[in-house]
């Protein structure tokens, strides 16, 4: 799955390279691109943390190990930096991702490995019995959809 942007990777690059060189704001940026001043600043945190070439279209969805998810959320919430600064320290890609992580983390949920990945993998034939087979086991395990998708080598849904 790729995020597509209406905006070049090049133009990205261009502006985040203005704005850190001083010649201009977020504001300024924003309204030169038409975006939100929220994008300017993942534009920024993104090429701080990976360069230019994290700009460029992404073919997948970034995944990040459970033990980094559980450090940046502790971090966080012992006040060791701000939501910017806890994701450019940890090269988190957008704030929701980790406000999602803190809300897990403060309900009491397992903050875990695997994701998904799967969605739009060709599915395998299945029975009706064998789905509902499936179904039970994901629902004993805490409905980890992901892990499912993996352990039966059938698609996310």
Known sequence: MSRKSKIKATEKVKIVERYLNGELSQKGA????????????????????DGPTGLLEQKKIRQYPKALKIQAVQDYLSGLGSMDEICLKYGIWQHPQLLNWIKMYNEGKELKELTGG????????????ERLMIVKDCLDHDRNFGAMAIKYNCSYQ
């Open 118 to 129: 799967t969605s739009m993998k060709k599915a395998r034939k299945t029975t009706p019995q």
């Open 30 to 49: 924003a309204k030169a691109c038409g975006v939100n001043k929220r994008s300017i600043q993942d534009w920024i945190r993104i090429y701080k943390t």
